[in-house]
């Protein structure tokens, strides 16, 4: 059984993208996603996308990290399934349903409310979540922020010289964060534009995290730090954050097809 796919990219943060919709596909196994998404053996791809008829919107989009754990959201690849389908549509994620559209820089994405409340984070125990009483080696005092996934957002002085390949697996699988966590390095470069390093979960270093620049955005409006529309820097490209302070947070970027391609069902499952 062959199978087509479409390989895809925000700011190089990749994606395989499958779609059910017209086609009978067995369903799709952590150890499936893993295998399709390993550089060396598979397609390669930091998530795989896997899309589903709605009863609630246009689509239901799957998301499935590297290592076949599965994501509640992600903005970037929300942007990529917009361009694919050509138009504004309304898409269904375990995290909420995201609405995007065409937009003179890329894509936006109205990516819903940001939750703080502990438990909607999740964390193991109540606290304080815009500044966290907590430190991992000389990371301390992060803000949480879930935005259809959870966020720790640390700002420093100087991203570059922060071990996040150590420090992100260290924090991301801490037994305060039980459903696991992304992890930013956000530096201040101005009143709108902030530069930015996720690790996230599941899926380890990225060149871009729509939902870690969201949440890191979100995190630095409330406190004072930026103003209501932000730049948000990351290795693959910029990312424009805007944020009311209620229901409207929309991010704006571009997005790519790389190419297309089938592969064997077999050669994975």
């Avoid at 930013?184 to 939902?211: D, F, M, P, Q």
């Amino acid at each position: 059984m062959r199978v087509p796919f479409i390989k895809m990219h925000g700011l190089g943060n990749d994606f395989v993208v499958l779609d059910a919709r017209g086609a009978d596909l067995p369903p799709v196994s952590p150890a499936l996603a893993a295998s399709l998404a390993d550089r060396r053996t598979g397609i390669g791809c930091d998530q795989l996308l896997v899309l589903e008829p709605s009863a609630r919107a246009d689509l239901f989009m799957h998301i499935f990290n590297a290592d076949g754990s599965e994501a509640g959201a992600c903005g970037n690849a929300s942007r990529a399934i917009a361009l694919m389908e050509g138009g504004a549509l309304r898409i269904e994620t375990a995290g909420g349903i995201i609405a995007a559209h065409p937009a003179d820089a890329g894509i936006a994405v109205e990516m819903g409310r940001p939750r703080f409340d502990w438990d909607a984070i999740p964390l193991a125990y109540p606290m304080d979540t815009l500044a966290m009483p907590v430190a991992w080696g000389e990371l301390a005092s992060p803000a949480a922020v879930n935005v259809g996934n959870p966020h720790v957002v640390f700002f420093v002085p100087d991203q570059q010289h922060i071990a996040l390949e150590t420090l992100g697996p260290e924090i991301e699988s801490d037994p305060l964060f039980p459903d696991g966590v992304n992890v930013n390095l956000a530096t201040l470069l101005s009143r709108n534009a902030i530069s930015l390093r996720v690790w996230e979960r599941g899926a380890g270093l990225t060149r871009a995290c729509g939902t870690g620049a969201c949440a890191t955005a979100v995190a630095a409006m409330r406190r004072g730090l930026v103003d209501q529309e932000v730049e948000v820097r990351l290795p693959g490209g910029a990312l424009q954050i805007a944020w009311d302070g209620g229901e409207r947070l929309l991010m704006t970027g571009p997005a790519a097809e790389s190419f297309r391609g089938t592969f064997a069902w077999g050669d994975y499952a």
